[in-house]
């Protein structure tokens, strides 16, 4: 089932923060990944205003997520995106297989 991973930064250095972007799109095709959004606008409909970038990534599944994540090439590219952003989160959650919607109890 595939696998989400969201990730949100603040970007402070562009210079070195494209070291990172410009070169993780290679990373992700050795797993399948693909990006479902890209530093595009977001807007918030609720809750406290978010002003940082946000990614999504799309992966076949949770063990292709995690292998591209540990991955020794994209864990070097990443250091650029460390040195480059604030309050830097990844987040990673599974999709549901049979597409029905979750137990509203829950």
């Known amino acids: 089932m595939a696998a989400y991973m969201i990730c949100t930064m603040k970007v402070h250095d562009p210079a070195t923060f494209r070291k990172y972007s410009d070169h993780t799109p ?23 205003a978010f002003s940082e970038r946000m990614v999504i ?10 292998a591209w994540y540990n991955d020794p090439e994209y ?3 990443s250091e650029f995106r460390r040195a480059a ?9 599974e ?4 597409h029905v919607a979750p137990d509203p109890r829950v």
Request: aromatic letters at 6%; hydrophobic letters at 30%; glycine letters at 12%.
């Open 85 to 93: 952003t604030t309050n830097g989160r990844m987040i990673l959650q």
């Open 75 to 77: 864990q070097r590219l």
């Open 57 to 66: 990534l799309e992966f076949p599944d949770r063990a292709s997520a995690e």
């Open 95 to 98: 999709g549901r297989a049979d």
């Open 26 to 48: 290679k990373t992700l095709q050795k797993y399948g990944g693909r990006f479902l959004t890209r530093g595009d606008q977001v807007t918030t409909s609720e809750g406290a």
